[in-house]
């Protein structure tokens, strides 16, 4: 089917060859539907034969493992260069960088010999009634120097232009002005790539796994975060994703569809006050994608929770960013991470050490909607045998009355005049019993 057709080119073989292959030799990973790979694959089937590792969309370090292909409208790079130069890597910026000032070094003394070859300086060399252009110009070497003293502003003074020449003068004001255009483009890129906060991110941490476990009563998905360096992240938030295809009822499938994973955006517990490690919770309840994920199944599933880590870095004020992602077989269920604080001599330390460290708890098995209906039947058990016995302890009904028959005296008890009377004055009863302990402890009648 189309369907089908469209997942295959998805996963394509020659772009992955580390995908399993899968049913109708389509090749699964995590952008692949069940449909193509035989139903629900295990998680333990995310390396293939060869022992080579299941494709992630975002890697530990943070890298997203996306590239682009195709792309017929690459001068759009251009309309913003300022931003292509910045994100070229280091030796392509410095390439660059050294290329721009020696070719308008280059041009410009290309400029100042034909100027000189033009007026006939270059014929005149030791005529000392020939006022030249420039003094103490005999080539295209010495008019390559006079261009980089002039740009740069060295001025030593041997070489210096006459006031009789105005092309001259109007070709020093125009190196100067594009000279001074050029210094300020490339310092202002290398100042940019130099002071990214991109290293910063390297000494934010993430646990290496996820762990789900009971808090509160209730099933959370949780993990770690760190910061290694002292001055600290300003206005921390955290977020998370859950990267997983899906079919749609249609018959659409989307691959690789983001799923928001909710840490606390509505209570605020998502702004993270990053001095020590902080464990983030992702309550399971009916808004959650694991609503109805067990243990089993979380075994037998197919994705990926990528978190992503934001604030401002207090020495420079400049955004940063950490990513990290999870998946399937990094999310331990029946554990706990580890205490890595600790009171010594009047401060907090933190052990990194025990930062990825976890051990195993007590957990239900079941998913958070079973482990929800099962608390909600024992309730209603439990309200059941407490009311039961109640009922069954009511005084039986005597009177006159009290038998079979009908007619206005006649009936299962007294009348329901009757009854209200007598539950008044028992109540009276009790609150006067309560009401006359010394110590406002209940007695037997009032209990």
């Not at 940019?192 to 906060?197: F, G, M």
């Not at 209200?420 to 007695?443: F, I, K, T």
């Amino acid at each position: 089917s189309s369907v089908e057709e469209g997942e295959r080119g998805f996963q394509d073989p020659s772009a992955n060859p580390a995908l399993p292959m899968g049913r109708d030799g389509a090749y699964c990973g995590l952008g692949a539907s069940p449909s193509v790979c035989g139903g629900r694959r295990q998680c333990t089937e995310g390396r293939g034969s060869g022992g080579r590792r299941k494709q992630r969309y975002v890697e530990k370090d943070g890298k997203c493992n996306v590239q682009h292909g195709n792309m017929l409208e690459t001068y759009r790079y251009l309309t913003d260069i300022f931003t292509t130069l910045v994100d070229l890597r280091w030796r392509v910026s410095l390439l660059v960088f050294v290329l721009a000032y020696t070719l308008t070094w280059l041009s410009f003394g290309l400029v100042w010999w034909f100027l000189a070859y033009c007026r006939g300086d270059l014929e005149h060399l030791g005529d000392k009634a020939w006022t030249p252009c420039v003094h103490n110009l005999n080539g295209f070497v010495s008019a390559f120097l006079f261009s980089i003293e002039t740009e740069t502003t060295i001025g030593y003074g041997f070489r210096v232009i006459a006031d009789s020449c105005p092309l001259g003068i109007a070709l020093l004001l125009l190196q100067a002005i594009l000279g001074s255009m050029v210094n300020a483009f490339m310092v202002g890129c290398m100042f940019v790539k130099i002071s990214q906060p991109t290293k910063r991110a390297e000494t934010l941490i993430f646990s290496e796994r996820a762990v789900v476990s009971p808090r509160d009563g209730r099933l959370c998905l949780m993990f770690r975060v760190g910061d290694l360096r002292r001055s600290h992240i300003v206005e921390a938030s955290i977020r998370a994703k859950l990267i997983r295809s899906k079919q749609t009822a249609e018959g659409e499938f989307i691959p690789l569809d983001q799923t928001e994973v909710g840490v606390g955006l509505e209570t605020g517990d998502d702004r993270l006050f990053l001095v020590s490690p902080l464990i983030i919770a992702h309550e399971i309840d009916s808004r959650s994608p694991f609503w109805e994920m067990s243990k089993d199944r979380l075994r037998a599933e197919d994705f990926e929770i990528v978190v992503i880590l934001e604030g401002m870095v207090e020495a420079t004020g400049l955004t940063c960013q950490a990513r990290s992602s999870y998946l399937c077989e990094e999310v331990l269920w029946g554990y706990r991470f580890m205490s890595v604080l600790s009171l010594e001599g009047g401060h907090y330390e933190v052990d990194y050490g025990m930062f990825h460290q976890t051990f195993e708890v007590s957990t239900p098995t079941c998913s958070a909607r079973e482990l929800t209906e099962r608390l909600a039947e024992a309730e209603a058990q439990l309200y059941w045998s407490v009311a039961r016995p109640e009922e069954e302890g009511a005084p039986p009904a005597t009177g006159p009355g009290a038998g079979s028959g009908s007619g206005p005296g006649s009936g299962s008890g007294p009348p329901q005049g009757d009854r209200r009377s007598q539950q008044d004055e028992v109540e009276e009863q009790e609150r006067g019993d309560v009401d006359r302990q010394p110590n406002g402890n209940l007695n037997e009648s009032a209990l």
